[in-house]
């Protein structure tokens, strides 16, 4: 089969919902050409009719949820991804989405278990061992977050500079923490105490 240009695909679409407007998969076709021509306004609209025409759509939920996340909707992106994980909680992408919600409404709570879940579907969703990882960092869980991490450079996930200086900065205070703690417990003095004469 040919490729199909933007624009002929987009008439295609747009037909075929002229033709049978009470056809969902006509709607959720069209919502895919307006997703990929970066329509997504246009998109969301014709997602939200092939699912009020078939709620049991499952990929019309997720793409719902993905728009409304990239529009930076993200209670709405959580309400389309529940849907769809009542249907069918067993796709990794479900889970990663509201975990994406739940980073930009900072929720590092329902981030970890998003994530959680999504590992626990495909072990080497390197993105997922990445939030995960974020997500315990800020619930000061460093272990959680170094395992996750470790895990998530393993298999090729690539972290911002931000991620990689906090978790520098904790693993510092961390260890600051442990040494004050193994001196006090010794009974020595702390190396930056002033000795007395």
Known sequence: MEHESQRHRMERCLKDVEDNPDKAAAHYNLALAYTVSGRVKQAEEAYLKAVELDPTMVQAWI????????????????????????LRDDLPIVHY???QAYLYLNDPQN?????????EL???????HYY??????????LGA?????GRAIELGHRPTQEFVKAMEKAQLKKQKERNVTLI???????PDKPKED
């Open 63 to 86: 793409n719902l949820g993905g728009v409304r996340l990239m529009r930076w909707e993200f209670q709405g992106c959580l309400e389309a991804t529940r849907e769809a994980a009542k």
């Open 97 to 99: 989405n509201m975990g």
């Open 111 to 119: 981030l970890v278990r998003c994530n959680e879940r999504v590992i």
């Open 122 to 128: 495909d072990r080497e969703h390197g993105a997922a």
């Open 132 to 141: 995960t990882a974020v997500g315990y960092l800020a619930l000061d869980n």
């Open 145 to 149: 977050a170094e395992r996750h991490f």
């Open 184 to 190: 006090e417990i010794s009974g020595a003095e702390a």
